[in-house]
């Protein structure tokens, strides 16, 4: 079974700085994909970034990048330039290549961006 | 195309009382999948289903809890008998049929359920 870790249940950074959420998983499978979604406080789940761990760069969408250390079974995400619309609940996520689109979660780390 | 929606975004149920989730999901998507999240955790998988179909249910709980995709309508997700404990957010995703390929699953705004 997979396993998902977030050690940092909160975290909080100064606007306009750069902030990372740590994640750690298990697995002894050797294709899958890695996710991060953010919740705000409406609760609707919206995917961040998306990292095929076959792929060896690194995924980046705009102010949002990874650190995929697929050795170490790493996978942060940096936040550059972090703005108040940031503030939401981080969950990163784990799907296997074999079970449909089936994720398992970590317990998520509340990033809190100040003015 | 409207994204995967859940009804009621609120549904309060005495304890014994039977609660019904449901959950359209997006345009083309054959595939749904049920979470459940408790207060200040993250989501746990409870089961995935296609139309008429029930692939991995690892995640119920053996009683009081079922789910169903029919072939027309949306999938339901049901739990008989509430308790205290069932209360939480229940979210639903989607995901198209792309043969051996995967893709992200695609979420809905959840269902928040309160026992009193």
């Known amino acids: 079974a997979q396993t998902v870790t977030q050690s940092q249940p909160e975290m909080s950074v100064q606007e306009a700085e750069t902030v990372t959420l740590s994640c750690t998983y298990d697995t002894s499978e050797s294709n899958y994909y890695l996710f991060w979604y953010k919740q705000p406080p409406s609760r609707q789940m919206i995917l961040v970034i998306r990292q095929e761990a076959y792929k060896q760069q690194n995924a980046t969408e705009n102010r949002f990048s990874v650190n995929f250390q697929k050795a170490a079974k790493s996978f942060s995400l940096k936040i550059s330039d972090s703005q108040l619309g940031d503030t939401a609940m981080y969950f990163c996520?784990?799907?296997?290549?074999?079970?449909?689109?089936?994720?398992?979660f970590g317990e998520g780390t509340q990033l809190t961006v100040n003015p | 195309n409207a994204g995967v929606m859940q009804n009621p975004r609120h549904l309060v149920r005495r304890r014994g009382q039977e609660a019904r989730l449901r959950c359209s999901p997006m345009?083309?998507?054959?595939?749904v999948y049920w979470y459940r999240q408790l207060p200040e955790e993250g989501l746990k998988f409870m089961v995935y289903?296609?139309?008429?179909?029930?692939?991995?249910e690892s995640g119920m709980p053996k009683e009081r809890f079922s789910a169903e995709f029919p072939k027309e309508g949306p999938s339901i997700l049901r739990i008989q008998q509430v308790v205290r404990g069932d209360s939480a957010a229940y979210f639903c995703?989607?995901?198209?049929?792309?043969?051996?390929?995967?893709?992200?699953?695609?979420f809905g705004q959840g269902t928040r359920l309160t026992v009193v």
């Open positions: 345009k083309g998507h054959s595939h």
């Open positions: 996520a784990f799907m296997k290549e074999t079970s449909g689109s089936r994720l398992t």
């Open positions: 995703a989607s995901s198209p049929f792309k043969g051996s390929l995967n893709t992200e699953a695609f």
């Open positions: 289903l296609q139309k008429e179909n029930i692939i991995d």
